[in-house]
């Protein structure tokens, strides 16, 4: 509808991500809402990374609240498709379990990227540095999706 959402708390968000990650240590975790110009949008944040520092992996959900609806921030890449390949990576979109996946690598610096769009609403993100990208699209199962994706319909204004 044309009201949109009021995103979800972020501290519901963070629940959803993974507290631990094999090999790895917690590092930072965050979460907020802001509101600015009429535009309300939660997210929350979590990293990991390996005792020598070599690698790397940041979880993220956003929830673009306001937006979802017309504008449909999370819809971003649903309507997009891309098949790109260069000397140093790729970036392309797919569908993984009826949800749409767009994934950027970097062989170079041994960096990628994952947005996967949950509920038409919610986007999850998970950027990883030193890390397969095999390993990476992996992580997606450490976030409770089933659940996200029941909480879309949250928050509706009339």
């Given at each position: 509808?044309?009201?949109?959402y009021?995103p979800v708390?972020f501290?519901?968000?963070?629940e959803?991500?993974?507290q631990?990650l094999?090999?790895?240590?917690k ?7 802001n509101n ?5 949008v ?7 990374r390996?005792?020598?520092g ?6 993220e959900?956003t929830?673009?609240?306001s937006?979802a609806?017309?504008?449909?921030l999370?819809n971003m890449?649903?309507?997009v498709?891309?098949d790109?390949?260069?000397s140093?990576?790729?970036e392309k979109?797919s569908?993984?379990g ?8 970097n ?10 769009v ?8 998970i950027d ?6 095999a390993d ?6 450490k976030?409770?999706v089933a659940k996200?994706?029941?909480m879309?319909?949250e928050?509706k204004?009339?």
């Amino acid at each position: 509808g044309a009201g949109g959402y009021e995103p979800v708390d972020f501290r519901k968000l963070k629940e959803l991500l993974p507290q631990e990650l094999a090999g790895f240590e917690k590092g930072d975790s965050s979460g907020e809402k802001n509101n600015a110009f009429g535009i309300a949008v939660s997210e929350a944040k979590q990293s990991f990374r390996t005792a020598d520092g070599s690698k790397s992996v940041r979880f993220e959900i956003t929830d673009p609240g306001s937006l979802a609806g017309p504008f449909a921030l999370a819809n971003m890449w649903m309507n997009v498709d891309i098949d790109k390949e260069t000397s140093s990576g790729y970036e392309k979109t797919s569908t993984v379990g009826g949800r749409k996946l767009h994934e950027k690598w970097n062989k170079d610096g041994k960096h990628g990227e994952v947005h996967l769009v949950v509920g038409n609403r919610f986007m999850v993100e998970i950027d990883a540095r030193g890390v397969e990208m095999a390993d990476i699209k992996s992580l997606i199962s450490k976030i409770d999706v089933a659940k996200l994706e029941a909480m879309k319909g949250e928050g509706k204004k009339s």
